[in-house]
């Protein structure tokens, strides 16, 4: 086992060999950061605690990190081009589940910023996500006290709402599924 050289490019079989939490975007190797803090795990369980209340007699599964998400350019799944941690995944298609992770596009994916990764999530996760079909994209943020709701159309994210802390957070592509914010932040 080894760690990546983060300023090279790699490949899933490089990733396979790594020691620690690695995600892989567009060749490059970016390291988990460390424990995230209480405010961040207290949204994380708070928002899965909502999804499972709501999918719980759906064909919908919701997994929380550390829970590996395979993309890849082709339906070859032995090619794999990137492997992201999702703070939060709802998954619709049981075939896509494997005991190493999902292989293709979670239906929703939800990302708790934390100073070290908000870049990372707004911009190469936002467009890796975007470029593979995830239908539902949301980011909070828990400095701002915000969600940022995008969701896909004709093939590109479109804003569909910026929640504030006293809006209910309401899904695009799930019309029933709604997360009051204040619940989110009352830590």
Not at 107 to 121: F, H, M, N, R
Request: charged share 20%; glycine share 4%; with cysteine.
């Amino acid at each position: 086992m080894s760690n990546p050289d983060e300023k090279k490019i790699h490949t899933y079989q490089d990733w396979l060999t790594w020691d620690g939490t690695w995600e892989l975007i567009n060749g490059k190797a970016y390291t988990m950061s460390p424990a995230p803090t209480s405010l961040h795990q207290f949204i994380v369980g708070e928002l899965h605690f909502a999804l499972r209340n709501f999918f719980q007699n759906r064909s919908c599964y919701v997994f929380v990190s550390p829970f590996d998400v395979f993309f890849s350019e082709s339906e070859d799944y032995q090619s794999l081009d990137h492997v992201t941690q999702p703070d939060l995944s709802v998954v619709c298609s049981k075939e896509q589940i494997s005991k190493n992770g999902c292989y293709g596009s979670p239906t929703i994916i939800i990302e708790v910023l934390s100073p070290s990764t908000a870049l990372k999530d707004f911009n190469e996760k936002f467009n890796l996500y975007q470029k593979h079909g995830v239908q539902e994209y949301w980011i909070v943020d828990p400095g701002n006290r915000t969600v940022h709701v995008y969701a896909l159309q004709d093939g590109s994210y479109q804003v569909r709402h910026l929640y504030t802390e006293q809006e209910t957070v309401q899904s695009i592509v799930f019309k029933d599924l709604q997360v009051p914010m204040n619940t989110l932040f009352s830590l």
